[in-house]
């Protein structure tokens, strides 16, 4: 039972998983590149302004004169409206001018291995050689003259205000990761209506079929796949269902079957041992007891072919063989019968001889089944025909008689086990059952089919096919 939680468990584990790795992917990649997003922007637009100063004061460059009231006032103008602090550095790197130092003049002092070439990046972020105590923002444009670098406009911003609006960016990545996390648990919901609670019922109807209780019923009310499954998982069970009550009938009846004739041969036998029947109707009774054996024999023999073509399908010998020839030899077998009964078999054989391609030993049981049946229900004298015809390379087999018939309500059962018609049973105390059931085995499992027409108390017709052999044609 545990087992069946882990389906559950596992999407929960795969759901949790999933949002700590969307968090971390936040935390991360959305973060850097959101991060070198802002920066790069931030540094472009710097640029813009740094490349806009050094064009316009790199004359000044030449004269020195960065100290002067007018430069320093634009340039200081800038810085607080920009909120930038601009640095004018010659090529070795002595800083000439500092927009947030009052004292402008221009410092001996060159910062320490000055090197605002290396790399491709027009800016970097750091301390900037050491001179600010955090992460700043430092933009770098060339004062040009000659083809020559002369200086450079550098402007600084300190990166806590990137560093804020970051924060505030990711905050915002957060939150709506938080709702689609929370929305996504919508998924959950719909895999719990859609598959886990109906594949709980059906694991439930499961264990209670493995169990043995193949009336459970259960109703997953959907028309997707899972409705489909349960619907043939239902339908599956019943048809267990009905082949379980089928079994214990086809039992009862074969029980039946077998107890009614032991119960009569047991009694005659008693009676003569014990004188009840005198000895000389011994013979009269022994016949009877004969009659009754040889009705369990074939009872037993039906068994045994039923049991036989059940196991693995049936196992088909075909060959190609005359089938008029088959019906002939087998009509001659009921000749004794035929006589004491006065019933005639006409036989309308197509051509002299009629090849058809199936397994003939099934074949000839076929017939003789039919052509029992046409006798046992048909009345003293009358006439049974059979005919064979060829159609679309079909070979059609007809046993026709003039007997009893089969009401309309037993056609449908006739080819069931051991059916036999209110009718009949009179008639036919021997009877079974299962001679048509064994027949229509035989047929189907030629992939052929068998049909029968029949009008109570004018006859019956039953027809069959077989494959016509192909060895005529060559
Ligand atoms: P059985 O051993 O009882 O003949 P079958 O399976 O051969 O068993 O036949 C089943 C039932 O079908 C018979 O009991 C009878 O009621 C009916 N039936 C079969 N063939 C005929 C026929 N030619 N005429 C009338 N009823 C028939």
Redesign the pocket.
Known sequence: MKKRKTLYIKFIVTYLIFGVLAFITVATLTSEMTMNYMVKNEAASLYKEATLISNKYASYFYSNIFSSEDVEGQLDAIDTLTDSNIWIINSEGEVLYNSRNNNNQSSSKAIESFNPVSGNNYYTVGNFYGYFNEDTLSVYSAITSNFMIQGYVVIHIPMKNIYEQHKNVLYISYISLGIIFILSTLILVVFTDAVYIPLNQITTATEQYAEGNLKYTFDVNRTDEMGYLAAQLNYMAGKLSQTEDNQKKFIANVSHDFRSPLTSIKGYLVAMVDGTIPNEMHEKYLNIVLNETDRLTKLTN?LLTLNNLNISGMILETTDFDINEVIKNTVATFEGTCKEKKIKIKLVLSGPELLVKADMGKIQQVLY??I???I???ENGKTIKIETTIKNNKVFVS?K?E????PKE?LNH??DRF???D???GK?K??????????KEIINAHKENIN?I?TEGV??E?IFTLPESSLDEN
């Open positions: 039906s089944n039919l029992d049946n046409a046992k229900f048909s046993v008689d007997g009893i018939g089969i037993s006739i080819f059916y036999k018609s009718l009949s049973r036919d021997k009877g079974t059952g299962l001679g048509l059931s064994i027949t029968v029949s006859g019956s039953f």
